[in-house]
């Protein structure tokens, strides 16, 4: 018994280091011979603000539940972004449905130039100098989705120089290239 509950604190504790954004709490019908059966549906963004990210949904006829389903959803499958100080190591499109998302990178002190649910998803990721173009469908599940594609097909710039056959300065934005000349 005791055991279990040393368990249980570290889980929470463990937990505690990442934070969590409600991105969409909508409500969802099934149609079936009776009428509707309605329910909540949940997204949740979870993030330690390092580089590490994970999305969750969850679905319940109460919100309460909703949430906590999809923030347990969350937190099974974390991914690892690669990040270049402030912001993302070179542009990247990701696709998701009718969505299609944009992802520059920028300046240090620019800051998220992003709307919604892109702009809370890279804000737990840990970005802050990006800039973002969000295209198609405005469905903020998909425009998630879509930024999450975008951020898992990030490389590194040795990875990306190599797979573009080109140098790794060339692919350095202008100011990482001034730091490196100093």
Do not use: C
């Not at 240090?108 to 737990?124: D, Y």
């Not at 590194?156 to 120089?161: D, Q, R």
């Amino acid at each position: 018994m005791a055991d279990n509950r040393r368990n249980e604190k570290q889980d929470f504790e463990a937990q505690d280091q990442f934070e969590e954004r409600v991105i969409e709490i909508a409500r969802v019908a099934k149609v079936v011979k009776g009428g509707r059966r309605f329910q909540f549906r949940v997204t949740v963004v979870v993030g330690d603000k390092k580089g590490t990210i994970s999305m969750g949904v969850g679905k319940a006829n109460a919100v309460p539940d909703a949430m906590r389903k999809a923030s347990e959803r969350a937190r099974k499958q974390m991914y690892v972004i690669n990040l270049s100080g402030t912001t993302i190591p070179h542009e990247v499109l990701g696709k998701v449905a009718g969505a299609r998302v944009m992802l520059k990178p920028a300046s240090p002190g620019t800051g998220v130039i992003a709307a919604g649910g892109v702009r809370a998803v890279l804000e737990v990721a840990g970005v802050r100098d990006i800039l973002t173009k969000s295209q198609g469908s405005a469905n903020v599940l998909n425009v998630v989705q879509a930024t999450f594609d975008a951020l898992i097909q990030l490389k590194s710039p040795h990875e990306e120089a190599a797979r573009r056959g080109k140098n790794v300065n060339d692919l350095l934005p202008f100011w990482e290239r001034r730091k490196q000349h100093a």
